[in-house]
């Protein structure tokens, strides 16, 4: 007993100290960084190997609202699928990453949205009229301005949001700076691409991306990613759709504007955009 005891103990500070050693990698990174435009920020770097013992190439597009041109917005279409680039290019904007969980067969998303004050869609329950856990949580958008909200346990949560445009997705990863509870599920604890936004303050929001599938990038699990978000400072943090979809888009760089590398073509490239249902951009 004695030894499985210390077995257990050096279990636990081991596992503690890889934590500590991938914050400092992730924190002490040199960045690559370039002004977008003002209040927008981005950043990129290709971790070798020194995160999570894994190669991650993560992006990060910084956002301060602090200047009154600056806005965030959803953009979506009720079945219509189109690359997260032709949803930038048509809204003008300076930047999207993609939204939340859809149907890839039909179109549409399967989560919540309301856009302008009007519901485009509703959640798709589970069989036993239970909620899925890409629809715990919503990012919420009032005059331009981003929060993510939790889930309080009501089958109705989502219409009593004071918020004009919302769009649930999940699981929710960081709230009011404490992690989240993740289930074990394969969805959860396996490395895929992902998506997330976060949010530092109420006029300081990010959206990342995570690459995957890829011997150059790995992806992240959800406790991965909420440890960078963390890392990062954020208070909120949530996940949006992953894998083939996850996106980001730059409309001021060079080639089609695709800053990640999209799995959805399985090559390591900027062209391998996978049409979805919804984006969310800043102007």
Known sequence: ???????????????????????????????????VAPGIVWKHYHFKKDLFNSNQNV??????????K????????????????????LAGAIAAING????????GSVDYIKLNDSVVSNNRLWANNTRARHQQAAVAIKKGRLQIEKWDGSADWESKLKAADIMNSGPLLLWQGERQALDTGEFNRARHPRTAVACRGKKHVLFITVDGRNEQSAGMSLPELASIIK????????????????????GNQAGNGVVNYPSDNKKW???????????????
């Open 269 to 283: 490239d900027h062209a391998g955009e996978r049409k979805v249902a919804n984006a969310i951009i800043v102007k």
């Open 1 to 35: 007993m004695k030894h499985l005891l210390i077995a257990f103990i050096l279990f636990v500070n081991a596992a503690a100290s890889f934590s500590q050693q991938d914050s400092l990698v992730f924190t002490s990174a040199q960045w690559e960084t370039k002004d």
């Open 70 to 89: 600056r806005a965030i917005a959803l953009a979506c279409e009720a079945k219509t699928l189109k690359p997260v680039s032709e949803f930038g290019r």
């Open 59 to 68: 992006n990060i597009i910084e956002i301060k609202l602090k200047k009154k």
């Open 231 to 250: 890392w990062l400072k954020a208070k909120d943090g949530i996940n949006m759709d992953g894998g083939g979809s996850t996106t980001m888009w730059i």
């Open 100 to 107: 939340n969980f859809f149907d890839i067969k039909n179109g």
